[in-house]
Protein backbone atom coordinates (compact mmCIF):
# COMPACT_ATOMS: atom_id res chain seq x y z
CA UNK A 1 0.00 0.00 0.00
CA UNK A 2 1.15 3.88 -0.82
CA UNK A 3 2.00 5.66 2.68
CA UNK A 4 2.18 9.05 2.24
CA UNK A 5 2.54 10.57 6.12
CA UNK A 6 2.86 14.46 6.77
CA UNK A 7 5.07 15.47 9.98
CA UNK A 8 2.51 17.02 12.02
CA UNK A 9 -1.09 16.34 12.28
CA UNK A 10 -1.99 19.65 14.29
CA UNK A 11 0.53 23.03 14.87
CA UNK A 12 0.18 25.87 16.05
CA UNK A 13 1.64 28.65 14.98
CA UNK A 14 2.24 33.10 15.74
CA UNK A 15 1.78 34.90 13.02
CA UNK A 16 5.43 35.43 11.14
CA UNK A 17 7.00 32.72 11.89
CA UNK A 18 8.74 30.64 9.67
CA UNK A 19 6.55 27.25 9.08
CA UNK A 20 7.83 24.07 7.50
CA UNK A 21 5.11 20.91 6.65
CA UNK A 22 6.74 17.77 5.83
CA UNK A 23 5.60 15.25 3.55
CA UNK A 24 6.91 11.69 2.96
CA UNK A 25 5.63 8.98 0.72
CA UNK A 26 7.06 5.37 0.34
CA UNK A 27 6.00 4.52 -3.30
CA UNK A 28 8.95 6.12 -5.59
CA UNK A 29 6.36 8.46 -6.92
CA UNK A 30 7.52 10.99 -9.69
CA UNK A 31 4.69 13.23 -8.20
CA UNK A 32 3.71 15.73 -4.86
CA UNK A 33 1.47 18.24 -4.50
CA UNK A 34 0.44 20.38 -1.85
CA UNK A 35 -3.38 21.58 -1.42
CA UNK A 36 -4.96 23.44 1.08
CA UNK A 37 -8.34 22.56 1.73
CA UNK A 38 -11.03 24.87 3.26
CA UNK A 39 -14.97 24.61 4.16
CA UNK A 40 -16.63 25.28 1.12
CA UNK A 41 -14.00 25.53 -0.87
CA UNK A 42 -12.54 22.09 -1.61
CA UNK A 43 -8.80 21.93 -2.54
CA UNK A 44 -6.86 24.19 -3.99
CA UNK A 45 -3.47 23.23 -5.04
CA UNK A 46 -0.48 25.40 -3.94
CA UNK A 47 2.55 23.71 -5.34
CA UNK A 48 3.50 20.66 -7.13
CA UNK A 49 6.74 18.81 -7.95
CA UNK A 50 7.00 16.53 -11.05
CA UNK A 51 10.90 15.35 -10.03
CA UNK A 52 13.17 16.11 -7.59
CA UNK A 53 14.48 19.76 -7.04
CA UNK A 54 11.78 20.56 -10.13
CA UNK A 55 8.36 22.86 -8.84
CA UNK A 56 5.62 24.55 -10.22
CA UNK A 57 3.09 26.84 -9.13
CA UNK A 58 -0.44 25.51 -8.37
CA UNK A 59 -3.36 28.05 -8.10
CA UNK A 60 -2.22 29.76 -4.81
CA UNK A 61 1.37 29.74 -4.62
CA UNK A 62 1.19 33.54 -2.94
CA UNK A 63 3.09 33.30 0.67
CA UNK A 64 4.30 30.04 0.09
CA UNK A 65 7.88 27.89 -1.23
CA UNK A 66 8.57 24.89 -1.36
CA UNK A 67 11.34 22.34 -1.43
CA UNK A 68 11.94 18.83 -3.00
CA UNK A 69 15.68 17.58 -2.42
CA UNK A 70 15.20 13.98 -2.41
CA UNK A 71 12.06 11.92 -4.16
CA UNK A 72 10.58 11.08 -1.46
CA UNK A 73 10.44 14.26 0.26
CA UNK A 74 8.50 17.48 -0.23
CA UNK A 75 8.32 20.06 1.98
CA UNK A 76 5.60 23.47 1.99
CA UNK A 77 7.38 26.54 3.48
CA UNK A 78 5.51 29.54 5.15
CA UNK A 79 8.09 32.02 5.23
CA UNK A 80 6.19 34.11 7.42
CA UNK A 81 2.65 32.76 8.18
CA UNK A 82 -0.13 34.87 8.54
CA UNK A 83 -3.50 34.19 9.90
CA UNK A 84 -5.21 33.44 6.68
CA UNK A 85 -2.97 31.00 6.51
CA UNK A 86 -5.48 29.06 9.06
CA UNK A 87 -6.11 25.63 7.23
CA UNK A 88 -5.80 21.84 6.69
CA UNK A 89 -2.86 21.04 4.45
CA UNK A 90 -3.11 18.20 2.49
CA UNK A 91 0.35 16.20 0.58
CA UNK A 92 -0.14 13.99 -2.22
CA UNK A 93 1.40 11.79 -4.45
CA UNK A 94 1.19 10.05 -8.00
CA UNK A 95 2.98 8.27 -10.51
CA UNK A 96 4.02 10.23 -13.34
CA UNK A 97 1.81 8.58 -16.06
CA UNK A 98 -0.39 11.85 -16.24
CA UNK A 99 -3.88 12.34 -16.02
CA UNK A 100 -5.29 9.31 -15.11
CA UNK A 101 -3.49 8.52 -12.13
CA UNK A 102 -4.67 8.55 -8.34
CA UNK A 103 -3.54 10.75 -6.20
CA UNK A 104 -2.54 9.15 -2.46
CA UNK A 105 -3.58 11.70 0.06
CA UNK A 106 -1.40 11.91 3.55
CA UNK A 107 -3.90 12.34 6.48
CA UNK A 108 -3.30 16.26 6.65
CA UNK A 109 -1.96 18.96 9.05
CA UNK A 110 -4.01 21.30 10.79
CA UNK A 111 -1.95 24.55 11.23
CA UNK A 112 -3.54 27.28 13.19
CA UNK A 113 -1.73 30.86 13.41
CA UNK A 114 -2.56 33.41 15.60
CA UNK B 1 -10.35 26.76 -17.09
CA UNK B 2 -12.19 23.41 -15.75
CA UNK B 3 -14.71 23.52 -13.52
CA UNK B 4 -16.13 21.18 -10.77
CA UNK B 5 -19.76 22.12 -9.38
CA UNK B 6 -21.10 19.20 -6.58
CA UNK B 7 -24.28 20.74 -6.13
CA UNK B 8 -25.05 19.85 -2.50
CA UNK B 9 -22.93 20.83 0.01
CA UNK B 10 -24.29 18.80 2.65
CA UNK B 11 -26.97 15.29 2.52
CA UNK B 12 -28.36 14.19 4.89
CA UNK B 13 -30.10 10.53 4.52
CA UNK B 14 -31.26 7.49 7.09
CA UNK B 15 -29.64 3.86 6.96
CA UNK B 16 -30.47 1.98 3.98
CA UNK B 17 -31.66 4.53 2.32
CA UNK B 18 -30.18 5.46 -1.52
CA UNK B 19 -28.30 8.52 -1.99
CA UNK B 20 -26.88 10.43 -5.30
CA UNK B 21 -24.52 12.51 -4.82
CA UNK B 22 -24.68 15.32 -7.81
CA UNK B 23 -21.39 16.51 -9.85
CA UNK B 24 -21.13 18.61 -13.03
CA UNK B 25 -17.93 19.31 -14.65
CA UNK B 26 -17.34 23.06 -17.07
CA UNK B 27 -16.04 21.00 -20.02
CA UNK B 28 -16.98 18.82 -22.87
CA UNK B 29 -13.32 17.77 -24.24
CA UNK B 30 -12.48 13.99 -23.04
CA UNK B 31 -11.69 13.92 -19.53
CA UNK B 32 -10.89 11.75 -16.58
CA UNK B 33 -13.37 11.68 -13.51
CA UNK B 34 -12.23 10.76 -10.02
CA UNK B 35 -14.22 10.39 -6.85
CA UNK B 36 -12.24 10.33 -3.65
CA UNK B 37 -13.71 10.08 0.00
CA UNK B 38 -12.43 11.30 2.93
CA UNK B 39 -13.50 9.90 5.97
CA UNK B 40 -13.04 11.86 9.58
CA UNK B 41 -9.71 12.99 10.56
CA UNK B 42 -8.32 11.25 7.38
CA UNK B 43 -6.55 11.82 4.17
CA UNK B 44 -8.30 11.54 1.02
CA UNK B 45 -8.65 8.15 -0.72
CA UNK B 46 -10.30 7.03 -4.22
CA UNK B 47 -13.06 6.16 -4.19
CA UNK B 48 -13.57 5.01 -8.35
CA UNK B 49 -12.55 6.72 -11.35
CA UNK B 50 -13.44 6.98 -15.15
CA UNK B 51 -10.83 7.20 -17.68
CA UNK B 52 -12.74 5.55 -21.57
CA UNK B 53 -15.05 2.83 -21.95
CA UNK B 54 -17.91 1.94 -19.66
CA UNK B 55 -19.72 4.83 -18.76
CA UNK B 56 -20.62 3.03 -15.36
CA UNK B 57 -18.13 2.60 -12.88
CA UNK B 58 -18.32 0.72 -9.30
CA UNK B 59 -16.08 0.66 -6.56
CA UNK B 60 -15.29 -2.48 -4.12
CA UNK B 61 -18.26 -1.08 -0.82
CA UNK B 62 -21.19 -0.16 -3.40
CA UNK B 63 -20.90 3.01 -4.71
CA UNK B 64 -20.86 3.77 -8.95
CA UNK B 65 -20.72 6.80 -10.92
CA UNK B 66 -22.28 7.09 -14.54
CA UNK B 67 -20.67 9.29 -16.63
CA UNK B 68 -22.88 11.31 -18.86
CA UNK B 69 -20.66 12.95 -21.69
CA UNK B 70 -23.59 15.14 -23.36
CA UNK B 71 -24.76 16.51 -19.57
CA UNK B 72 -20.99 17.02 -18.69
CA UNK B 73 -22.11 15.09 -15.21
CA UNK B 74 -20.30 12.24 -12.67
CA UNK B 75 -22.80 11.71 -10.29
CA UNK B 76 -22.16 9.06 -7.31
CA UNK B 77 -25.27 6.56 -6.11
CA UNK B 78 -25.37 4.13 -4.01
CA UNK B 79 -29.01 2.07 -3.25
CA UNK B 80 -28.13 1.29 0.50
CA UNK B 81 -26.09 3.88 2.76
CA UNK B 82 -24.58 2.35 5.89
CA UNK B 83 -23.60 4.67 9.08
CA UNK B 84 -19.98 3.99 7.72
CA UNK B 85 -20.60 5.74 4.49
CA UNK B 86 -20.26 9.06 6.44
CA UNK B 87 -17.54 11.26 4.90
CA UNK B 88 -17.04 13.75 2.93
CA UNK B 89 -16.98 12.84 -0.58
CA UNK B 90 -15.18 15.31 -3.48
CA UNK B 91 -15.49 15.18 -7.08
CA UNK B 92 -12.48 15.66 -9.29
CA UNK B 93 -11.65 16.07 -13.00
CA UNK B 94 -8.43 15.92 -14.30
CA UNK B 95 -7.53 17.61 -18.41
CA UNK B 96 -5.22 14.98 -20.09
CA UNK B 97 -3.44 17.71 -21.80
CA UNK B 98 -2.34 19.15 -18.36
CA UNK B 99 -0.34 15.71 -17.57
CA UNK B 100 -2.51 15.01 -14.15
CA UNK B 101 -1.18 18.30 -12.51
CA UNK B 102 -4.14 20.56 -12.47
CA UNK B 103 -6.54 18.17 -11.11
CA UNK B 104 -9.47 20.19 -10.26
CA UNK B 105 -11.61 19.57 -7.37
CA UNK B 106 -15.19 20.28 -6.06
CA UNK B 107 -15.89 21.96 -2.87
CA UNK B 108 -17.16 18.40 -1.57
CA UNK B 109 -20.62 16.67 -0.34
CA UNK B 110 -20.79 15.99 3.59
CA UNK B 111 -23.32 12.70 3.42
CA UNK B 112 -24.76 12.10 6.90
CA UNK B 113 -26.11 8.58 7.28
CA UNK B 114 -28.16 8.64 10.16
CA UNK B 115 -29.37 5.53 12.17
Known amino acids: DVKVTQSSRYLVKRTGEKVFLECVQD?????MFWYRQDPGLGLRLIYFSYDVKMKEKGDIPEGYSVSREKKERFSLILESASTNQTSMYLCASSLAQGAKETQYFGPGTRLLVL | AQSVTQLDSQVPVFEEAPVELRCNYS??????LFWYVQYPNQGLQLLLKYLSGSTLVESINGFEAEFNKSQTSFHLRKPSVHISDTAEYFC?????????????FGAGTRLFVKA
Open chain 2, 27 to 32: SSVSVY
Open chain 2, 92 to 104: AVSDPKTGGFKTI
Open chain 1, 27 to 31: MDHEN
